[in-house]
């Protein structure tokens, strides 16, 4: 089956550090989306990609769909406390398949 | 616009008892997909409807069903609880339009216990 591997599974920064994560998939696919999900709470979608090579940003976000079209990276810039949660990465159409989450700790 | 809704938020449950979660779909959407979340195996997918039939299904057994209302509006259905469907059951809405700009809306989740 699909299969997504996201890394890492967590990460512990001092706010104000630029945080980098990313997904790699076993075959190609044509949607890359990224989610922020809070303690209790559902996933917030992010971001979404749709072509190869894309780079998409949303304030300090950043996400990028790998050209080879098997991977994505979401980048944070100047973090800040209220950045922790469990970042998702996400592909499909109508049924989405999740890699397991990068959990994010910022320290003030 | 108001987003995706979904009753209960919690329930207890006892194992060989059923239970009925709700969705609202945010206003407009007519796909509705369920996941269920768990620590150990992460997000996975259900089940999806679209214009109230069935379109796809996760691999889960037939103790998990759904079905999706005329306005749009879901149900799931849990039957003979196990110990093992403890979990955070996610619904998630979208406008499904042409692929593959499909995004998909999640609403806060129905948390149920198993004892």
């Known amino acids: 089956g699909q299969q997504l591997n996201q890394s890492p599974q967590s990460m512990f920064i001092q706010e104000g550090e630029d945080v980098s994560m990313n997904c790699t998939s076993s075959?190609?696919?044509?949607?890359w989306l990224w989610y922020k999900q809070d303690p209790g709470e559902g996933p917030v979608l992010l971001i979404a990609l749709y072509k190869a090579g894309e780079l998409t940003s949303n304030g300090r976000l950043t996400a990028q769909f790998g050209i080879t079209r098997k991977d994505s990276f979401l980048n944070i810039s100047a973090s800040i406390p209220s950045d922790v949660g469990i970042y998702f990465c996400?592909?499909?159409?109508?049924?989405?398949?999740f890699g397991k989450g990068t959990m994010l700790l910022v320290s003030p | 616009k108001a987003g995706v809704t979904q009753t209960p938020r919690y329930l207890i449950k006892t194992r060989g008892q059923q239970v009925t979660l709700s969705c609202s779909p945010i206003?407009?959407?007519?796909?509705v997909s369920w996941y269920q979340q768990t620590p150990g195996q992460g997000l996975q997918f259900l089940f999806e409807?679209?214009?109230?039939?069935?379109?796809n299904k996760g691999n889960f057994p037939g103790r998990f069903s759904g079905r999706q209302f005329s306005n749009s509006r879901s149900e799931m259905n849990v039957s003979t609880l196990e110990l093992g469907d403890s979990a955070l059951y996610l619904c998630?809405?979208?406008?499904?339009?042409?692929?593959?700009?499909?995004?998909?809306?999640f609403g806060p989740g129905t948390r149920l216990t198993v004892l």
């Open positions: 998630a809405s979208s406008l499904a339009r042409q692929v593959p700009y499909n995004e998909q809306f």
């Open positions: 409807y679209f214009s109230e039939t069935q379109r």
């Open positions: 206003s407009g959407h007519r796909s």
């Open positions: 075959s190609i696919f044509n949607t």
């Open positions: 996400g592909r499909g159409y109508s049924t989405l398949t």
